[in-house]
């Protein structure tokens, strides 16, 4: 293969939309940039689009450990009970977005200026704001035509808070099916294979080296690499290429090339906490619809088939915490419930509690380790407790409280601030977020500066949800595209 010009690592959320970037500058009178993408190949007919079944919206849920997915779990957790959560993450063209509930939150007006506090004024909010509009126009978000009864009431209700701005999460679907990626990669080339850890000449990275069926083989480029492959698997490469913590990387071998303590921590997630009702709403959400719903989604777009599972929702009080309605018992579903159910899902939108990702060993098919360290910050627990109690006021206190039966999570029972909390460590899971492990910032202890680049080397950039300097106000995809449009801009010059 002749030399490319840039070569992205990873084909999820961000590498596609910076191949898409980049690629698309290859037009008029620009002399052609080539670009090269790596991903792992996931099966035979991977680069196919996914079959119908799989394009329904809550087909999600069963891709969860499949072969899309690279099947990672958390060391144990000290405050959740001592659980290990099971960290999915996607794999594939469109990485986690192959795999994910497709909600479509637009950053905030905090975001933004969180986003431009962090480039110490490099980047505005106006750029910010700029670069998502142009990742919403290549998404095109679709509303959805069909709610459920558990989304419609919750929402009626909502509507009547001050501080809440509730609303039915627009998706990343084309004609309510799953949207498929793989075409933003018209102008790129695309390599199935796994990356090991960049190649340098001196300070500049010049390529990387890759695992392709089994064997190991090299890659180079001219202007250099870019890493998009996520929040846990991009520290492990800069690990891997000796660039974090000295003494860490000198236990395992690794000859150190940049001493960066941060690469790897930092790393933040949205801890949700779900709140489950037995309702008397009239349906019951099956995950194997009828023939007749199945058809109509066929034909019309619309219908239960529709439903991504996480429908509706907003952010409550002022934007402190985020709200996730089902029609379904969160804990159990797909499996069938004796009555119609109805989860509230309730997470802190930006926590305090920060954990980090190291790597095992310096081998590229071990599993990184990974410390979410969930609840490490007191405060974090305190106010999900408060943001629970607030949830089931709004329920009591509402023409709601009509629809609900029993309240099955944490349960009725549980009512001081002590059980809360206990029912918080048993029950608890991830909203699948992870952030910040190679944090962006004009600081000098952050692992990426200002214009993206990997500091104490020259030509290799971060774009991807490791990065992000916090976690942003609701689902990522929105962000990390944004993210990944301005990378573009500042790499391309
Ligand atoms: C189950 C689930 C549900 C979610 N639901 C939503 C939602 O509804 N809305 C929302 O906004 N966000 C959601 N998210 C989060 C969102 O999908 C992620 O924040 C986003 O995909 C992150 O983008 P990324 O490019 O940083 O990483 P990813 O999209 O994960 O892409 C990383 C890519 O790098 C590849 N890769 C990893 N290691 C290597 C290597 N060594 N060599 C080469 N390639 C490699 C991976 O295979 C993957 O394709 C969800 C995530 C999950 C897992």
């Known amino acids: 293969m002749n030399r490319t010009d840039w070569i992205i690592v990873g084909a999820g959320v961000a590498g596609c939309t910076l191949a898409r970037q980049l690629g698309s500058q290859q037009t008029g009178s620009q002399p052609g940039r080539r670009v090269t993408i790596i991903e792992p190949c996931v099966s035979p007919d991977s680069d196919s689009p996914p079959p119908i079944d799989q394009q329904r919206p809550s087909r999600w849920l069963t891709l969860l450990g499949s072969g899309d997915d690279w099947n990672l779990s958390t060391e144990p957790s000290e405050h959740l009970a001592g659980r290990k959560i099971v960290w999915p993450r996607g794999r594939g063209i469109g990485g986690s977005a192959r795999i994910n509930a497709m909600i479509w939150f637009p950053p905030t007006e905090v975001d933004f200026a969180c986003w431009e506090s962090a480039s110490g004024g490099r980047r505005s909010i106006r750029q910010w704001r700029d670069a998502y509009q142009v990742a919403e ?23 009547t808070l001050p501080d809440a701005s509730p609303m039915i999460y627009q998706r990343i679907n084309r004609n309510g099916r799953r949207l498929d990626w793989a075409p933003m990669l018209k102008n790129t080339d695309v390599v199935r294979a796994t990356v090991d850890r960049v190649l340098f000449k001196g300070d500049r990275a010049v390529g990387v080296s890759i695992i392709k069926d089994g064997s190991p083989s090299e890659l180079t480029s001219r202007c250099g690499v870019i890493l998009c492959a996520g929040s846990i698997a991009t520290p492990t490469i800069l690990m891997r290429s000796g660039i974090g913590d000295a003494s860490e990387l000198s236990r395992h071998g690794i000859d150190v090339r940049v001493d960066r303590p941060m690469v790897g921590h930092k790393l933040k997630d949205h801890l949700v906490m779900p709140v489950i009702f037995e309702t008397n709403f009239k349906d019951t959400f099956r995950l194997n619809p009828s023939a007749r719903d199945v058809a109509r989604w066929q034909v019309m777009g619309t219908g239960p088939v529709v439903s991504n599972l996480a429908e509706s929702g907003g952010l409550f009080r002022g934007g402190e915490f985020q709200v996730h309605v089902t029609p ?35 081998d590229a098919r071990s599993q990184p380790t990974i410390h979410p360290n969930y609840l490490s ?50 029950f608890s899971q991830t909203l699948y977020h992870p952030v910040g492990s190679c944090r ?20 290799l950039w971060v774009a991807d949800a490791s990065a992000l300097p916090d976690l942003p106000s609701g689902n990522p995809t929105a962000a990390v595209m944004t993210w990944a449009i301005l990378a573009a801009e500042s790499i391309a010059g």
């Not at 202890?445 to 500091?455: E, H, I, N």
């Open 137 to 159: 126009s290549i998404v095109c978000p679709e509303s959805p035509c069909w709610i459920s009864e558990a989304s419609r009431r919750f929402l009626s209700v909502a509507e």
């Open 328 to 362: 379904t018992h969160y804990l159990t579903f797909p499996a069938d419930s004796v009555a119609p159910m109805m989860t509230l899902a309730i997470n802190l939108t930006r926590s305090k509690s920060s954990g980090q990702i190291t790597i095992p060993s310096r």
């Open 377 to 426: 910050d007191a405060s974090d627990g305190d106010r999900l407790v408060s943001a629970v109690n607030d949830i089931r006021k709004l329920v009591g206190q509402s023409s709601l409280a009509q629809c609900i039966t029993k309240e099955v999570i944490p349960g009725n029972r549980r009512i001081d601030e002590r059980s809360i909390k206990q029912s918080i460590a048993r």
């Open 440 to 459: 962006y910032g004009d600081q000098i202890d952050t692992p990426v500066d200002a214009d993206f680049r990997v500091r104490g080397t020259g030509g």
